[in-house]
Structures are given as structure tokens and as C-alpha cells.
């Protein structure tokens, strides 16, 4: 194996100026992509406080909120026996539900965590399987 300072482009080379160019044109691209993130973020809590100012406005929002949720949830629900991501589309369903109600972060997180045990599980149970050749 080379060593590590043979890989690297001897320096002042046309290769070194390319590489340092990639590696600070893609540091700006994600900063830019951080800094849009964060005004659409700032514009959407802007906008949820204008709406919770008005209690009709709230409590149309809240409606709103919570019938694209369950709609989302039973779509993935009926989803599940079907090849695809029907336990993801219901997960996207709770987040957004979770946006509104305590209750539907709770029941995110309990799945989160019963996700990670059945794929904790199922890893050690191919590993065992593995090492037994079968």
C-alpha cells in the first residue's frame, strides 16, 4: 500500500488547485443550503405565529394538520401488506401529526424505538444464521 503522502497531488499542482476547488465549492454549496434552510424554518415559524393569533385561523390550521396526518397515516396503514413504504408513509404521518399533538410524538417515538429492537433482533439473527452456514 502507498503511503498516504503519495496519493495526495504534489502541491501547486493543477490537480491540488482542482481538488481545494471541489472541496470549497461543495463547503459553500452547504452552507448556502444551510442558510435557505434556516429562512425557510424562521418563515414558517413567522407564519405559525401569525396563524395562532387568530383562534379561528389556529383552530382551521389544527383541523387541517390533523386531517392530512391521519389521512397519510391510514393511506400507509393500508399500504403495509403491499410491497413499499407503508410503515415509512405511516412514520411520515405521525411526524406530522406530531407537529400538533403530544400524543402522536410519543407514539413516533415508541415506534422508533420498537423499529430499532426488531432491526437490532433481526442483524443478530442473520448473524447467527450466518455463522451456522444455514
Known amino acids: ?24 465549492e461543495h463547503h459553500e454549496r452547504a452552507q448556502y443550503r444551510e442558510r435557505r434552510w434556516h429562512r425557510v424554518v424562521r418563515g414558517a415559524s413567522r407564519a405559525r405565529a401569525v396563524i395562532k393569533r387568530s383562534r379561528w385561523l389556529d383552530a ?49 417515538g415508541w415506534a422508533r424505538m420498537a423499529l430499532a429492537r426488531f432491526t437490532e433482533r433481526w442483524r443478530a439473527r442473520r448473524a447467527r444464521r450466518a455463522a451456522y452456514g444455514t
Open 60 to 108: 382551521l390550521y389544527r383541523i387541517a394538520i390533523t386531517a392530512l396526518g391521519a389521512l397519510i397515516v391510514v393511506v400507509g396503514l393500508i399500504l403495509v401488506p403491499l410491497p413499499g413504504p407503508g410503515w415509512l408513509i405511516v412514520f411520515f404521518g405521525l411526524a406530522i401529526l406530531g407537529t400538533e399533538f403530544h400524543w402522536a410524538r410519543r407514539l413516533l
Open 1 to 24: 500500500m502507498p503511503a498516504p503522502d503519495a496519493l495526495r497531488a504534489a502541491p501547486g499542482s493543477r490537480r491540488e488547485r482542482t481538488e481545494h476547488h471541489e472541496r470549497t
